[in-house]
């Protein structure tokens, strides 16, 4: 038990010292962009909602950090498909960081109804979307986030293939106390002994899939920084596999409960059907409120975070010793929201985990009647 909460306080020390670690590059890419430890004035004025945007948005690089004029980041394959010209492959880096065009690209500006997405520029100067299959930002999170899971459920997998009586350590020893958790307390607790097998896989994926790129988001370096639980795409892909799974396993009763609500008084069914249409928008609010709850929480964090950030160049632009004088309340305020986001990481993948048993319980239930008729 010791040797376990000596490796938890190891993992705890890594986690403070890479976000540390982030914090700094940040405040420092902002400093040398905003000359507030110089003796130079600012060149222009500190915008708080340009930074917070381009810390949570998609893009075509992973920026790093900016020294003075200097970007260091990685430029990310561009894969587009023009109706005029056929398909284009290059690297983000022809773009220049979104300074120039390449092949007759861009990356819109921020007057364009199309900011931040690339796209083609007529001769008439109009800008159009192509078809655009790029590995992005947050692509390249979602490859690395498959690839730490692949890495570490197969190293598991080949410790219980030695023998599942040995002793559990390392990865093993962190996370098949998760696993129990999930199967006994979630899934089968929400779905019951006899069926609740079927969906465990699915259930115990999506709820890793959340924690570590929760845990991927709160680390502001390579290969973390990415925020894609926060993107409201991938939690969109993740809640509509869930009313997939709840469409195809709805039971007889589900469905005629659906159209048909039993206890409930006639005249809010007919000549109106209410019931029926409130039901039906039911079925499709299950899963909107999935999408929307995770988007909303780890965004929220995020914005909450480079916030406080904020706050020293604010003061900054004001006065070089309030941006100092600030700076250490701010940074305490970020670590303590680094450390309460690390909770919600955790809470998150849960609650979507149990909400998607839950739907999923409810589209099972049969009524007595019609279980016994089945059996």
Do not use: C
């Given at each position: 038990m010791s040797h376990k909460k000596s490796e938890m306080l190891k993992a705890f020390r890594i986690f403070i010292i890479l976000y540390a670690l982030g914090t700094s590059s940040i405040l420092t890419t902002k400093a040398q962009e905003h000359k507030i430890a110089g003796t130079e004035p600012a060149s222009e004025k500190f915008n708080a909602s340009k930074l917070i945007m381009e810390h949570i948005a998609d893009s075509y690089e992973w920026h790093i950090a900016k020294f003075g004029e200097t970007h260091v980041s990685i430029p990310l394959p561009v894969i587009l498909y023009s109706a005029q010209s056929g398909f284009h492959f290059f690297i983000s880096n022809k773009f220049h960081h979104g300074t120039e065009s390449y092949?007759?690209?861009?990356?819109?500006?921020?007057?364009?109804?199309?900011?931040?997405?690339?796209?083609?520029?007529?001769?008439?100067?109009?800008?159009?979307?192509?078809?655009?299959f790029s590995i992005t930002k947050n692509v390249m999170s979602l490859f690395f986030s498959i690839l730490f899971l692949m890495?570490?459920?197969?190293?598991?997998?080949?410790?219980?293939?030695?023998?599942?009586?040995?002793?559990?350590?390392?990865?093993?020893?962190?996370?098949?106390?998760?696993?129990?958790?999930?199967?006994?307390?979630?899934?089968?607790?929400?779905?019951?002994?006899?069926?609740?097998?079927?969906?465990?896989?699915?259930?115990?994926?999506?709820?890793?899939?959340?924690?570590?790129?929760?845990?991927?988001?709160?680390?502001?370096?390579?290969?973390?920084g990415a925020n894609l639980t926060g993107n409201i795409a991938v939690t969109m892909v993740l809640a509509l596999f869930t009313f997939v799974i709840i469409l195809f396993s709805g039971s007889k009763d589900y469905y005629m409960h659906i159209v048909n609500a039993p206890g409930i008084p006639w005249w809010l069914k007919v000549p109106i059907p209410l019931m029926p249409i409130v039901e039906i928008m039911g079925v499709f609010t299950k899963p909107f409120v999935l999408m929307l709850r995770l988007f909303?929480?780890?965004?929220?964090?995020?914005?909450?975070?480079?916030?406080?950030?904020?706050?020293?160049?604010?003061?900054?632009?004001?006065?070089?010793?309030?941006?100092?004088?600030?700076?250490?309340?701010?940074?305490?305020?970020?670590?303590?929201?680094?450390?309460?986001?690390?909770?919600?990481a955790f809470i998150q993948a849960y609650v979507f985990t149990l909400l998607s048993a839950l739907y999923i319980s409810m589209a099972l239930e049969q009524h007595e009647g019609h279980a016994s008729e089945s059996h």
């Open positions: 092949s007759g690209f861009r990356i819109a500006g921020e007057e364009s109804k199309y900011k931040g997405k690339v796209v083609e520029v007529a001769s008439d100067g109009t800008e159009k979307r192509p078809f655009d890495l570490i459920f197969s190293s598991i997998a080949r410790r219980y293939k030695e023998g599942i009586d040995r002793a559990p350590k390392g990865l093993q020893s962190w996370l098949e106390p998760i696993v129990i958790f999930v199967r006994d307390d979630v899934v089968k607790a929400s779905i019951g002994e006899e069926k609740y097998r079927k969906y465990l896989p699915y259930l115990l994926t999506v709820f890793f899939f959340i924690l570590i790129n929760n845990l991927m988001g709160l680390i502001p370096i390579l290969p973390g909303a929480n780890i965004t929220a964090g995020h914005i909450i975070a480079l916030g406080f950030y904020s706050l020293i160049f604010i003061f900054g632009e004001r006065s070089l010793f309030a941006g100092y004088g600030v700076s250490i309340i701010t940074i305490l305020f970020t670590i303590f929201m680094g450390l309460l986001e690390l909770l919600v």
